[in-house]
C-alpha cells in the first residue's frame, strides 16, 4: 500500500475520486479521512501538482475547489510540522509579514464584530455598529487584490496555476457575502443576519488558514529575492488592509539599486509613422490620456498598460507576460475567453460594456488590433469612467478663466 500511496498518478486518482464523491452531495467530514490517509504527510507543494495535473488533463477549476475545505480540515494543526516557519515573516515591509499581519488585523477585526452582535442582539439595538465594522472589513478587498494580481502572477510564471484559481474563485464567494450581508444590514436587525455573518467568517478564518500553509509555501519555495522585491514595491499602490505604517524593503541595499536604475535609465527615440518621440514623452502621452489602456498580444499575453492618475480598475506590472485569461476571476473568464476568439477569427472587430459603480459609471472597450497586412496583432482595452461626459450639455466655446 505505501508504494501505491506514494505513486503521483494515484494521489491524481484519488483526488478525482475524492471531487465526484464531494459532487455527488458527500460532507467534508465524511472524505476528510480519505485525503488524510493519503494526503496528510504530503507537502502543500506535491498536492498542488497533483490539482494542477487534473486541470491540465481538463478537470474545470470549479470541481477543484470543492477540496478546499477538506484541505482545511486535514491540515489543521499538522500542515505546520511539514513547512517550518520562514525568517522572512518576521522581516518588516516583506510581503510574506505583510500578509501575516494583515490577517491578524483581519481576526482582531472579526473577533471585534462577534462581540458587537453579542452585544446589540442581548441590549436588542440597531446594529449600526456592526454595521459600520462590517464596512471596514470590505478592505479584505485590499488583500485579495495584492494576492491575485502580484502573488498569483509569479506562481504562473513557475507553472503553477490550478491553487490560484481556486482561491480566486473562493476570494470572490468571500467578497459577494459580505457585499450581500452589508446591503441587508441597511434593513435588516443584527440577529437575522448572525448565521450568514458567522458563515462568512468560518470561510475567511479558512482562507487565512489556506494562504499561510498552502499559499505562502508554495511561494517561498519558488520566489526569487528580486522578484519579492518587486511584489513588496507595487504592493503600496494597491493598498493594505487594516493596517498601516509598511516599511520599504528590498533585499538589495538602495545604493546598489540605484546603480541598477541608472544603467537602465539610458531612453531612446521611438520613430513612428507620423512623428519621432523619445520614451519619455510616450510614456508620459499614454499616462496623461483620460482613459486606462491594455495591450494584449496575439499569443493572448499581457503586454502593456498605461498608468494614468485614475484609474478604474488595479493593474500591477506583476501582469505584465501573463495570459490574459488569468487576469480575470474563474466565473468570468469564459466570456474574456471568446470574446478574444471572435477577434481572431473575424467574427467581431469590437465590443463594448459598461458597468454603474455609483459614483462612477465605467465604459470598457475592446478593439481587436492588425497589422497593415490585415494580420492579427492583439487586443486593445480602453476604460474610462465616463460619468462626468453624461453630465455635459449645451456647448463651451471658451477657455475657462
Known amino acids: 500500500m505505501s508504494e501505491e500511496i506514494n505513486n503521483r498518478e494515484y494521489r491524481q486518482k484519488v483526488l478525482k475520486e475524492l471531487i465526484t464523491q464531494l459532487h455527488d452531495g458527500k460532507s467534508v467530514e465524511e472524505v476528510k479521512g480519505q485525503f488524510a490517509a493519503v494526503f496528510g504527510g504530503v507537502s502543500a507543494e506535491e498536492i498542488a501538482q497533483a490539482e494542477q495535473a487534473l486541470v491540465t488533463n481538463g478537470l474545470p477549476v470549479s470541481e477543484i475547489q470543492r477540496l478546499c ?40 477585526l472579526i473577533a471585534e464584530i462577534r462581540k458587537e452582535i453579542r452585544k446589540e442582539i442581548t441590549q ?27 502573488l498569483f502572477p509569479y506562481l504562473e510564471q513557475y507553472g503553477i496555476t490550478a491553487p490560484p484559481k481556486v482561491m480566486w474563485g473562493v476570494d470572490d464567494e468571500i467578497r459577494e457575502q459580505l457585499k450581500k450581508i452589508n446591503t441587508r444590514l441597511k434593513t435588516t436587525d443584527t440577529s437575522q443576519l448572525k448565521e450568514p455573518i458567522d458563515e462568512l467568517f468560518t470561510k475567511i478564518g ?12 508554495m511561494l517561498l519555495e ?11 514595491e507595487e504592493s503600496g499602490e494597491l493598498g493594505y488592509c487594516l493596517i498601516d505604517r509598511v516599511p520599504d524593503w528590498s533585499p ?35 499616462d496623461t490620456l483620460p482613459i486606462d489602456i491594455t495591450f494584449v498580444d496575439k499569443d493572448d499575453t499581457v503586454k502593456y498598460f498605461s498608468q494614468g492618475a485614475e484609474r478604474v480598475f488595479p493593474r500591477t506590472k506583476a501582469i505584465i507576460g501573463r495570459k490574459v485569461s488569468n487576469c480575470h476571476p474563474p466565473a468570468s473568464v469564459h466570456i474574456v475567453e471568446k470574446l478574444v476568439e471572435d477577434f481572431k477569427t ?34 486593445l482595452e480602453v476604460t474610462q469612467n465616463i460619468r462626468p461626459i453624461q453630465t455635459i450639455k449645451g456647448e463651451k466655446r471658451l477657455v475657462s478663466e
Open 69 to 108: 475545505d477538506v484541505h482545511a480540515a486535514v491540515f489543521k494543526g499538522s500542515i505546520e510540522e511539514i513547512h517550518q516557519p520562514s525568517d522572512l515573516s518576521e522581516i518588516l515591509g516583506h510581503p510574506v509579514n505583510t500578509l501575516k499581519r494583515e490577517n491578524r488585523a483581519i481576526e482582531k
Open 206 to 217: 479558512e482562507m487565512i488558514f489556506k494562504e499561510e500553509n498552502i499559499l505562502l509555501p
Open 252 to 286: 538589495v541595499s538602495k545604493k546598489e539599486d540605484e546603480t541598477v536604475r541608472q544603467e537602465k535609465a539610458a531612453p531612446g527615440v521611438i520613430t513612428l509613422p507620423t512623428g519621432v518621440l523619445r520614451a519619455e514623452e510616450l510614456v508620459r502621452m499614454l
Open 346 to 379: 473575424g467574427r467581431k472587430e469590437s465590443e463594448d460594456f459598461w458597468i454603474d459603480m455609483g459614483e462612477k459609471y465605467i465604459l470598457i472597450r475592446y478593439f481587436a488590433v492588425h497589422s497593415e497586412k490585415g494580420e492579427y496583432l492583439g487586443v
Open 124 to 150: 436588542s439595538s440597531g446594529g449600526k455598529d456592526v454595521e459600520t465594522a462590517l464596512g471596514r472589513l470590505t478592505e479584505i478587498d485590499r488583500h485579495y487584490l495584492k494576492k491575485e494580481n502580484l
Open 222 to 232: 519558488n520566489l526569487t529575492p528580486d522578484e519579492w522585491s518587486r511584489i513588496a
